[in-house]
């Protein structure tokens, strides 16, 4: 029977303790920064990121605000259905990305969708993705629908929202797509480039699109969102 210690040192972080790290490195924020927002101990806010810890609704509700997200959100109650369900933020502005700011936000690679034509017509597949030299890259099987487009126009959509804030951005590239052949770029690729896809299976096709063009546009706060009470249209007597 291993001892408290034992258990405490051989746990890995669990499903709480990694959304809280992701989403405080997605804000750049240190943990001690994390501890101050939310008046909590660094040293709780370290353990919590590498170790499965019951945690109270006060605490939650604590971190949730110091990193500008919801409770929901840090307990995975979103994973089932789609993003962009929050209240609209009627205090925004949209604006037109120019060249770089959407290469820019590209540049991190990421998860994507390919929109291309197949037989039963148009088609979006999400892919992960890498940039290298402004095209897009990305791992596909070699008898998979997205290896049948070599040489064909398609489009690469990004996108990325912030359901606390209901903001967002999205990048729409277009360009030709084209399978990779050259074993010595590949291997170039695999060390610098790789985007190691999520679906798993053999994915040793690599396709690359040579943009053609590229535009975007984001949605800036312009006030604080407006929140939803939870009581319906009818106001509290």
Request: with cysteine; charged share 25%; glycine share 12%.
């Amino acid at each position: 029977m291993k001892t408290v210690h034992e258990r405490v040192t051989t746990s890995g972080p669990g499903d709480l303790g990694r959304r809280v790290a992701h989403r405080r490195t997605r804000l750049g924020l240190t943990r001690e920064l994390v501890a101050e927002r939310g008046g909590l101990d660094a040293g709780f806010v370290a353990y919590l990121e590498t170790h499965p810890v019951p945690v109270g609704a006060t605490t939650l509700t604590r971190l949730a605000d110091a990193l500008d997200t919801t409770v929901t959100d840090l307990l995975g109650g979103g994973r089932e259905v789609p993003s962009g369900q929050a209240l609209a933020n009627s205090r925004v502005r949209l604006e037109e990305l120019d060249p770089a700011a959407c290469w820019t936000r590209l540049s991190s690679g990421g998860v994507g969708r390919v929109i291309l034509t197949a037989p039963r017509g148009l088609v979006a597949l999400p892919v992960n993705y890498r940039v290298l030299d402004a095209t897009i890259l990305y791992r596909t099987a070699e008898d998979g629908t997205l290896a049948r487009t070599d040489g064909s126009e398609v489009a690469f959509e990004v996108d990325q929202l912030d359901e606390v804030f209901a903001t967002g951005w999205s990048v729409l590239v277009n360009g030709t797509v084209s399978v990779v052949s050259d074993q010595e770029l590949v291997h170039w690729f695999e060390r610098h480039a790789d985007p190691h896809p999520w679906a798993g299976g053999t994915r040793d096709t690599w396709m690359r699109i040579r943009p053609t063009g590229i535009s975007g546009r984001i949605i800036r706060p312009d006030g604080p969102p407006v929140l939803d009470s939870g009581l319906g249209e009818e106001s509290p007597r």
